[in-house]
């Protein structure tokens, strides 16, 4: 991975329509999106992978009054991914969870499953009852997600573009989201920068003396 032209521009803001993701390279990108980490392998996303350009059109037509202009950006790009989050933790969720734990031998025996099991519930009683920021904690594990997966993409050759600007409420209610037990928390849209709108000028950041702490 070039760290240096990562670091020195900007994120795309307008695709290239005539351009499309290549199946195996989607393919590729959703294998490492399904492998990104959360805090105690939580697992609270569900992910809607628009395709079609029926699939960007409904979005695109449901983002809100305020943000149409982000339609546009959807509508050009290969392929824009609709990253939900749980809206609660059921526990019909975490017997699934750790039963795909245990299919998967993920720990060496039952002792050491169970013992995994009791930890994680009662980190999830603190995040309930203590912290009381289960919705915030588990929308941070989406945006773990989709941090990794726009690195990767960068990796692949494919531009990631994070949108927030869209009324949940309409998304949810266009692709039936709520139904499932989610709600739309961000959107990534993917393809090929159109070359007549990149930006070319510096990237604009504090000075290192303004970030960095070492103690």
């Known amino acids: 991975m070039n760290l240096d032209k990562l670091m ?25 999106l399904r492998s990104t980490p959360s805090s105690t392998n939580i697992q609270p996303n569900h992910f809607y992978v628009l395709a079609t350009p029926e699939g960007k059109e409904r979005l695109a037509a449901n983002l809100g009054e305020r943000f149409q202009d982000n339609g546009e950006k959807i509508l050009n790009a290969s392929h824009t991914v609709i990253l939900t989050t749980r809206a609660d933790l059921p526990e019909s969720h975490l017997d699934a969870v750790f039963a795909k734990e245990r299919a998967d031998g993920r720990f060496p025996g039952p002792a050491k499953h169970d013992l995994w099991e009791s930890m994680t519930r009662d980190f999830l009683n603190l995040r309930n009852y203590g912290y009381k920021d289960v919705n915030h904690w588990m929308e941070k594990q989406t945006y773990l997600a989709m941090g990794l997966t726009m690195m990767a993409a960068a990796e692949l050759g494919v531009e990631a573009m994070p949108l927030e600007g869209f009324d949940p409420t309409s998304v949810d209610k266009a692709f039936k989201i709520r139904e499932t037990g989610h709600t739309t928390t961000v959107l990534l849209a993917l393809g090929y920068p159109d070359p007549t709108k990149v930006y070319t000028s510096p990237v604009s950041r504090f000075e290192p003396d303004q970030l960095f702490t070492f103690i």
């Open 8 to 32: 020195n521009k900007h994120l795309t803001r307008y695709f290239d329509a005539s351009k499309t993701i290549p199946e195996e390279t989607l393919q590729q990108l959703l294998r490492f």
